[in-house]
């Protein structure tokens, strides 16, 4: 009855827990203009991620984050000449990025990187000649894997695990009396 009434004390209490919070805070809304050769400079630094384009470059690209995918929308046609955009979340850092589909000339996942969390997507050898390598509405996929963050829920269902098994060790059990006979 007592171990009964513990159990049915700590479900409640876990219910009192905060709520999941989100993981993925990276970017939304967030315009780039070009300020050199390749180098852009952006009106915010990070923001909640939200429905559609996070970025917009330029006029040039719409990138967007959802559901572990980025997906680079080419918004009219040009040369991207030495372009290399570098995404980072230093709060959740991704553990792996690939390509999962695209159709830009000579770009492949050999120019998509992943160091310590920032992801580098690198246009510097894509197109021929005078052709741009993007063409209006081209657009490219890449897979994204974060590393996984405790909601607060698993925090105080493994604490609560732990008191448990700590309190089950500690306690004696009490010899049961039998008489012997000899």
Do not use: H, Y
């Amino acid at each position: 009855m007592k171990s009964l009434l513990l159990i049915a004390s700590a479900l409640c209490l876990s219910n009192l827990a905060p709520e999941s919070a989100q993981a993925a805070t990276i970017l939304d809304n967030v315009t780039c203009a070009e300020v050199g050769p390749g180098a852009f400079s952006c009106n915010q630094a990070s923001a909640v991620v939200g429905v559609g384009d996070e970025f917009n470059i330029s006029g040039f690209f719409g990138i967007d984050f959802s559901s572990g995918i980025l997906s680079i929308r080419a918004l009219s046609s040009g040369l991207l000449g030495g372009t290399v955009l570098q995404f980072q979340n230093l709060t959740n850092p991704w553990t792996s990025a690939n390509l999962l589909s695209g159709s830009v000339g000579n770009f492949d996942s050999s120019d998509v990187t992943l160091t310590s969390g920032i992801l580098r997507v690198d246009f510097s050898n894509t197109g021929t000649g005078l052709v741009g390598p993007f063409a209006a509405g081209d657009t490219f996929t890449i897979g994204l894997v974060q590393s996984a963050v405790p909601e607060p829920e698993t925090w105080a269902l493994m604490l609560l695990g732990f008191g448990l098994v700590g309190g089950a060790m500690r306690s004696r059990r009490k010899k049961a009396v039998s008489p012997s006979f000899a």
